[in-house]
């Protein structure tokens, strides 16, 4: 019997193509300004010395095809579409070569953003958490095994409001590559599976507001669907 004073939720579980089981939701880590347009698009300039990175907490994380409402405390909810990597083995200090070989699977995700509060916390010099660790504010696709799919450059990313395209872009565009992402946050983290990074999101983000669909992709992977309700 447990000695706890109560229950905390269970992480969700992404599905993952081929597999009956899902891939259980651990930490999510997140690369900031890993488009050179997006960073450029909100004033800032690009660090090539290292990346850096943010972290959204796992409760906060739903599914494709979810309906959540408008968050609290913002005026301008921004979308942003990235590439989501998933670790499947223990990894530290990883070289090039044990970093992709950590990598599980691949997939689509939504890192959505309370902008105005981001903005106004990094105008402060303090910390990001309430713009970008939104409850229901990471959303992901069911996942491809890396197996089966590869990051190849030439492959589009994109992200539709109510059917018009806000982002398109591919990724080759991506600053950090994905075995130089794992590498860097292996030197700080001991990765384990469980593990998710978002790598970023291209130019093109902008906000939503409630009633509007949002629509995402990435060429040969499961697509991705978020829609806002009214503010609770």
Not at 67 to 96: C, D, Q, W
Not at 150 to 176: C, F, M, Y
Not at 199 to 224: C, F, Q
Request: proline share 7%.
């Amino acid at each position: 019997m447990s000695d706890n004073l109560f229950s905390l939720p269970e992480p969700i579980g992404i599905p993952v193509q081929g597999e009956t089981g899902t891939y259980p939701v651990g930490r999510i880590f997140c690369v900031g300004r890993n488009y050179a347009a997006h960073a450029a698009e909100m004033g800032n300039e690009v660090d090539r010395e290292a990346p850096f990175y943010f972290t959204k907490t796992p409760e906060n994380a739903v599914l494709t095809g979810a309906s959540v409402p408008y968050p609290p405390g913002t005026e301008n909810y921004h979308h942003e579409m990235e590439l989501a990597l998933v670790i499947g083995k223990p990894v530290f200090r990883a070289t090039s070569a044990e970093a992709w070989d950590a990598v599980y699977a691949y997939g689509c995700a939504l890192d959505m953003t309370r902008r105005d509060l981001q903005i106004r916390e990094r105008n402060k010099q303090r910390p990001w958490e309430l713009g970008k660790d939104v409850e229901n504010g990471a959303v992901f696709a069911p996942l491809t095994k890396a197996m089966d799919w590869a990051p190849d450059s030439h492959k589009r990313i994109h992200l539709s409001v109510n059917g018009e395209i806000r982002q398109d872009a591919t990724l080759d565009e991506l600053i950090w590559k994905i075995d130089e992402i794992i590498s860097h946050l292996s030197g700080f983290y001991h990765l384990r599976p469980g593990d998710l990074i978002l790598t970023g999101t291209p130019a093109g983000v902008g906000p939503v507001v409630a009633g509007d669909k949002i629509t995402g992709g990435i060429d040969g992977l499961a697509s991705i669907e978020l829609e806002l309700t009214a503010a609770e």
